[in-house]
């Protein structure tokens, strides 16, 4: 289920929310979350029933094992309890997410013919089979403790995060879960979650998925590219990334607050960063440490010296890009991060003494390159456009109407054109001069009438794009 849509706004969430805060005076605590954990089943398999049963028995399995970490005193069938849980949870991310692309490279390197498979990717797999391994290691390091299994398996499928993060860890919201104030309606906190649901929603229905007009008509054929259309398209790509995957963020931020869960921002104006290194701060910041906690520090962190700290932080970036996606496109993306993450980390001092306004610019020429991997089909398109944009034959702004092709509507060129470069200017003002982002705006929320009428205001307008909104990004990774 997507949450700018019709049935979720106005069906299940309207029902969801009445229901659980309508039982509160009347059940215990158990079984207000054993709703929650049946209505997130819901959610999550509205699409796909058949995955119900996949996110279940992963819950089974890692609670079992996180138990067996926990209680075993036996120091071997403790690890083997461990290893058992670390390597199921490899093994169904590796069979779903990356089977057909691993045996499609054995089939090219040596001229195999192994059948690939048809395999639908079950969402937000990425998601919670990372929150399951960074939980088992926890218990391992007996950082914390198995909690009950209504309340692991309320902390792995709460709805709102479940299928595009942010990526929750136990320490996060456990006992937030447990603390029996929380299962009452707060009005203050129902206020606040609302207003950054509203944001949230329309920086996806309108902002989002109006620039996907352009970029996929950017994309659909980088050949017929012009230097114009190359770049511009670049941008729309850049730019609706980030207001799909923030908006879902704080759409996520927001349905959980309403239920008086705060969960962790994962974007905060990644954009202004000076340096990649800043970027990965402020950027997906969950995911950032999440493989700060599964791989960087198991690999050694900066404990064993410069060369082998800089290998280490690559892995974690080749990582990152394989978790993204199964190609190449996506492994080079997160190999490039991983080359400028370690020059930044060697060139520390020297670069410090660069103006900020320059780094912030070299900054995102890089994203924003960089995402044309990201968002190609293949490796060959990506080269296509880039050489596009950095080395072309012409320097040609022709065919920058051509990205807000529409198949219902036609309008003349020069207001199509400018259409295209009005939307990205305006989103250009939104990302790098706005004083405030969602998130200053959440935190500085006060229930006043001028905040009402602007939500009711953007509400309104998000609604009206639901017939053309499509799925999150993220639904894909």
């Known amino acids: 289920m997507i949450f700018s849509t019709y049935i979720f706004t106005f069906v299940f969430l309207p029902i969801v929310l009445l229901l659980y805060f309508g039982m509160s005076r009347f059940v215990s605590r158990k079984v207000q979350h054993i709703f929650i954990i049946l209505a997130s089943l819901v959610f999550y398999g509205y699409n796909h029933v058949s995955y119900v049963w996949l996110i279940l028995i992963s819950v089974a399995v890692n609670y079992i094992t996180a138990t067996g970490t926990q209680n075993i005193t036996n120091r071997f069938w403790r690890k083997a309890s461990f290893v058992t849980g670390v390597v199921f949870n490899v093994c169904l991310l590796g069979y779903y997410k990356y089977y057909n692309f691993f045996v499609d490279n054995i089939n090219t390197v040596f001229d195999t013919h192994f059948v690939l498979r048809y395999i639908i990717l079950p969402l937000g797999i990425s998601f919670f089979t990372f929150q399951q391994i960074a939980f088992l290691i926890s218990v391992n390091k007996k950082e914390e403790k198995v909690p009950g299994i209504i309340d692991y398996t309320l902390f792995i499928t709460f ?273 790098f001069l706005f004083p405030k982002n969602s998130i200053d705006l959440y935190n500085d929320f006060k229930p006043k009438p001028k905040v009402a009428a602007i939500s009711a205001v953007l509400f309104a307008i998000s609604v009206i794009h639901f017939s053309k909104v499509g799925a999150f990004i993220y639904f894909n990774f």
């Not at 990152?320 to 930044?344: C, D, K, N, Q, Y």
């Not at 092709?405 to 400018?418: E, R």
């Open 159 to 431: 709805f709102p995060q479940l299928v595009a993060g942010p990526i929750v860890f136990s320490q996060d919201v456990m006992s937030q879960y447990q603390d029996d104030k929380n299962r009452f309606f707060n009005a203050d906190n129902f206020a606040q979650g609302l207003f950054i649901f509203i944001i949230g929603l329309f920086k996806k229905a309108v902002i989002a998925d109006t620039l996907n007009i352009f970029t996929s008509n950017t994309f659909f054929d980088p050949h017929a590219l012009t230097f114009g259309s190359a770049w511009l398209g670049s941008l729309a790509y850049t730019f609706q990334l980030f207001f799909d995957f923030s908006g879902y963020s704080d759409m996520a931020i927001g349905l959980a607050k309403m239920m008086n869960i705060n969960l962790p921002v994962n974007f905060y104006s990644p954009y202004r960063s000076k340096s990649i290194t800043e970027f990965w701060k402020r950027w997906h910041i969950t995911l950032g440490r999440s493989l700060f906690v599964l791989i960087y520090i198991p690999l050694g962190g900066n404990r064993k010296g410069l060369t082998r700290t800089c290998i280490n932080l690559f892995a974690v970036f080749f990582v990152s890009g394989l978790w993204h996606g199964a190609a190449w496109t996506f492994v080079i993306w997160g190999s490039l991060h991983g080359v400028v993450r370690v020059f930044e980390k060697l060139a520390d001092k020297q670069l410090e003494k660069i103006p900020d306004l320059i780094r912030i610019f070299f900054t995102f020429l890089f994203v924003s390159s960089a995402l044309v991997l990201f968002r190609s089909q293949t490796v060959a398109d990506a080269l296509v456009m880039l050489k596009t944009m950095y080395l072309p034959d012409t320097i040609s702004f022709d065919r920058i109407s051509h990205l807000a092709f529409n198949t219902s509507l036609s309008y003349p060129d020069i207001i199509q054109t400018i259409f295209v470069v009005g939307v990205l200017a305006v989103v250009a003002y939104l990302v």
